[in-house]
């Protein structure tokens, strides 16, 4: 009996609907980079200094420029590890004694600013940006400075939760369900934080948005390398990970337009209630309805397969089977991860791969957006290198194999990071080229990571892990259910 993957070779691997199809699911992994690392523009934290209603009052009467009243008012301008006392410390002073003057008022004070004490900021902070972000309303710096790392907190503990049950989802309801689904919950959750009135809410919001967000990335990529044949299979995985990169520099686009957080939430999470009209657009996985024993429809969408890549269905279509060794185990679990030798090796090695290459991928955007002279211009560099690092990925697969590409990229990535380390913070263009560098090599890692995952594992282990998917970071590469 044929299989899916007989049939296709057929009425085509990659014909006309497999491209419609992957250019549409494509839209939801571009739509997934604000989620991911949104951060860097949504947290972005800008330089800030205590205010204070009275110094305002003394520098309108004496006439100040801005630079003035920095000099005379704020404490620790000088060296950056004096940075803290500029930003979250204000002089214990009475601006309003009639003795100070308008020329250095605290000379009157004390011959020596250190003397003079220093206290909390009691009366927020003034922000120097033209725009807004979580950090500038919330008024997370400081003392409260936590208050931003526990809001990506929030997003990744979303990811890992949410992976326990989105795969199990996609396999008892159906690719198509958990896609719709995820998108309906990303989308509001979305718009809501957009609105959150308070800091507690806009972490519910936010972790309501990291608990779907992924699975529908997910469903996208397992929908599309299910709709295509095995030869097409690891390109198109490689380009629906490089529409990431493109939702990359669009973002960056966004956020230098629209510099308020909350304008910037709602650009990227309205247009993903268009996602909805995937309903008429993409059909359900012909593998998975194979599976569930729906033949008859998994016939209809292979027939339809075959109108839009215009070619006559085979003539044995109808005898359509789902490719499975009768022999092989039928109830898989976790724990045949784990169950000979081999599998132990493989499934260690690539769950501290995976470890190694999120930190270090989302350390690198992190750093960038914490040290950056212009954040755009520097987040959109460090974009666009994935584009060479995807297709190093792309011409080395077949040629060079998985091994040898995956340890040069992640050693060039780690050598990068260390160099950085060495490297004065005021050699800024130094900085930004080791960065992409190292963003560069951890880009090939993730692409050969995501093929490495899939290829290791016999098809019962590789069918079990969307269901019992308790290492998050596998879930980036539930490929091939079913094949």
Known sequence: MPTVDDILEQVGEFGWFQKQAFLTLCLLSAAFA??????????????????????AELSQRCGWSPAEELNYTVPGLGPADEAFLSQCRRYEVDWNQSALSCVDPLASLATNRSHLPLGPCQNGWVYDTRGSSIVTEFNLVCADSWKLDLFQACLNAGFFF???????IADRFGRKLCLLGTVLVNAVSGVLMAFAPNYLSLLLFRLLQGLVSKGNWMAGYTLITE?????????????????????????????????HWRWLQLAVSLPTFLFLLYYWCVPESPRWLLSQKRNTQAIKIMDHIAQKNGKLPPADLKMLSLEEDVTEKLSPSFADLFRTPCLRKHT???????????????????????????????????????????????????RVGRIYPTA?????????????????????????????VGRMGITIAFQMICLVNAELYPTFVRKAKPKENTIYLEVQTSERLGT
């Open 162 to 168: 949410g992976s326990l049950g989105i795969g199990y």
């Open 408 to 436: 040069v990229s992640n050693l060039l990535a780690g050598a990068a990071c260390l160099v950085m380390i060495f490297i004065s913070s005021e050699l800024h263009w130094l900085n930004i080229i080791l960065m992409c």
């Open 227 to 259: 709709f295509v044949g095995s030869g097409s299979r690891r390109t198109v995985a490689i380009m629906y990970q490089m529409a990431f990169t493109v939702g990359l520099v669009a973002l960056t686009g966004l956020a230098y337009v629209l510099p």
């Open 348 to 398: 260690f090695i690539l769950m501290y791969l995976w470890f190694t290459a999120s930190v270090l991928y989302q350390g690198l955007i992190l750093h960038m957006g914490a040290t950056s002279g212009n954040v755009y211009l520097d987040f959109l560099y460090s974009a666009l290198v994935e584009f060479p690092g995807a297709f190093i990925a792309l011409i080395t697969i077949d």
């Open 34 to 55: 604000p989620i991911c690392v949104g951060i860097v523009f949504l947290g972005f934290t800008p330089d800030h200094r205590c205010q204070s209603p009275r110094v």
